[in-house]
């Protein structure tokens, strides 16, 4: 992986986001770590399209994160999306899709 690429991923999470007050590494995890959920993630996905032109035509935002507004278990009941997947994303995750100039969705998604 190239650093160069990450550190790139660095200063966007802190423009579009703010600075935490811990380091982020390729294992920080965007909801857990970072609190981006709901709309915040749509946002932050727009952003990240944007900067680096990854193309994620076929990246599911549901399949990763919760809906705003919604609990977990309500939305799941309600509108039948799938169980969340045991892969949370993280900055290494985003490193990969840029490297490739597209989504992929880790092996474990």
């Known amino acids: 992986?190239?650093?160069?690429i990450f550190?790139?991923?660095v200063e966007f999470v802190y423009k579009v986001r703010?600075?935490?007050?811990?380091?982020l590494t390729r294992q920080t995890t965007l909801a857990d770590d970072l609190g981006i959920d709901g709309d915040?993630?749509?946002?932050f996905f727009d952003a990240f399209m944007a900067e680096f032109k990854i193309d994620l035509s076929t990246f599911d935002l549901r399949k990763y994160f919760n809906e705003e507004g919604f609990g977990i278990?309500?939305?799941?009941?309600?509108?039948?999306?799938?169980?969340f997947s045991p892969h949370k994303l993280n900055l290494g995750d985003l490193e990969r899709a840029i490297e490739k100039g597209r989504w992929i969705d880790p092996p474990d998604a």
């Open 73 to 83: 278990n309500v939305s799941r009941m309600l509108y039948k999306y799938p169980p």
């Open 7 to 9: 550190s790139r991923i």
């Open 18 to 23: 703010w600075k935490y007050i811990f380091q």
């Open 1 to 4: 992986m190239d650093d160069r």
């Open 40 to 43: 915040d993630a749509y946002e």
